[in-house]
């Protein structure tokens, strides 16, 4: 029976320690979100400016995509639950600290120690999921884009419910979470059946020098400047409560999960890679522009936000197969450089957009993120040709499932 034909079958009937792998991954990606609904109530409670509040997601980005150069080096060497353990940990530690915290600038440190614990989490998870997984490579992939759907959705959703109750809850949510994660990961994930094949340290390093790779990661410098203004920036100029800030992104990363899961396997299967990126892209700035355009309607900006993560699920998917294919490098090691690179965008994408917002008005933030993902169009345009692998190879299943996970967590 072929990969496909066992996922139909089994993709629902797993191990319990995929199942434990696999809880863990939906509340590491409701990170990315939960703290969105209250970026303004922590603005105004601990008295701090919104670029200091800001940082929240520049100290988290950053040090994740740091962490991603050395996590395979790291993994390669102590073993996937060992890291998959530490990142959990990690994670549960920073993020109490966070609820304790009396000021902004201690949350901006201890969420990098939170981006951290996240990348040793999310660089080791998915491989995991892989190897104990009934089914085969496609019923992981399933499993993780589930994973991956449910936790950008539920994380704003989350982090307005209980950010109604305390600008700490959300907070606190992500301890007691992930605390039941760690524990079942504890108790139910096997040891490694195989010893792990060291990686070198300069490995990612090597990749970037590849011309498809470096191609590829500066585009996704640039797009993820888009990325970051929409989700991070957006709420300041909403003007709405938690609540309201919750349900929007809720509605974002639902549309994010659709398109990421079937939209984008359905274009391809008709049009190259580099052919939906340069579509997509395009359609992205023209829905950054009319946000800044229409900022100061709530309604018209809710709509461009869900618009924009339509755009953003395709994207998250293509980037993500166009660097399985650049190159013949260990998928891991590819995915880990190219995310590197990615995750400095994000993290300067949200202070500066708070900046521009207090400098030029509410329309510049959107504006500055339309141009940076036309950079973003231009890079793949120009680079077309060093990409030119990308489209004549279909993803393998199983070195999908080895890349998605690094590629998407951003």
């Known amino acids: 029976m072929s990969a496909h034909g066992s996922a139909k079958v089994s993709v629902w009937r797993q191990p319990a320690q995929v199942w434990a792998v696999a809880f863990a991954c939906v509340v590491a990606f409701m990170g990315i979100g939960l703290v969105d609904p209250i970026l303004p109530a922590i603005a105004e409670s601990l008295e701090a400016t919104p670029v200091q509040t800001e940082l929240l997601f520049t100290s988290y980005l950053l040090v994740t995509g740091l962490a991603m150069l050395i996590t395979s080096w790291i993994s ?76 950008i959705a539920i994380g704003p959703l989350l982090g307005g419910l209980l950010g109604e109750v305390s600008w700490r809850g959300p907070f606190f949510g992500v301890v ?32 970037l020098r590849i011309p498809a790779l470096a191609v590829l990661a500066v585009t996704a410098l640039f797009y993820n400047i888009g990325f970051f203004v929409l989700l991070a920036f957006s709420p300041f100029p909403l003007g709405f409560g938690a609540m309201g800030i919750g349900f929007t992104f809720f509605g974002w990363g639902v549309a994010l999960a659709i398109t990421s899961v079937w939209v984008a396997p359905l274009l391809l299967r008709f049009l190259a890679r580099t052919t939906v990126m340069l579509l997509t892209l395009p359609l992205l700035a023209i829905d950054l522009v009319v946000a800044g355009i229409l900022v100061e309607n709530a309604t018209a900006l809710v709509v461009c936000i869900i618009v924009g993560g339509l755009l953003l699920g395709i994207m998250n998917t293509v980037l993500t197969e166009s660097v399985m294919e650049a190159t013949d490098l260990p998928r891991s090691v590819a995915s880990s450089a190219y995310s590197a690179v990615r995750f400095l965008g994000g993290a300067a994408a949200p202070p500066l ?14 504006v500055f993120a339309a141009a940076s993902v036309l950079i973003a169009t231009a890079t793949i345009a120009i680079g077309r040709r060093a990409l030119a692998r990308i489209d004549e190879r279909e993803a393998d299943a199983a070195d999908e499932a080895a890349a998605v996970l690094v590629g998407d967590a951003a």
């Open 353 to 366: 957009a708070a900046w521009l917002w207090h400098a030029y008005g509410a329309t510049v933030p959107y």
């Open 176 to 207: 007691a979470l992930m605390a039941i994660a760690f524990v079942a990961v504890l108790a139910l994930l096997r040891g490694p059946g195989e010893k792990p094949v060291p990686v070198p340290l300069s490995a990612p390093f090597k990749a």
């Open 76 to 151: 390669s060497r102590i073993g996937a639950k060992a890291t998959l353990l530490i990142g959990l940990a990690l994670i549960v530690v920073f993020a109490l600290a966070c609820s304790l915290s009396g000021s902004v600038d201690a949350i901006i440190g201890f969420r990098a120690g939170w981006g951290l614990g996240n990348a040793l989490f999310i660089s080791t998870a998915l491989a995991t999921i892989v190897g104990a997984a009934s089914g085969g490579s496609s019923a992981a992939i399933v499993l993780y884009e589930a994973a991956l759907g449910l936790g």
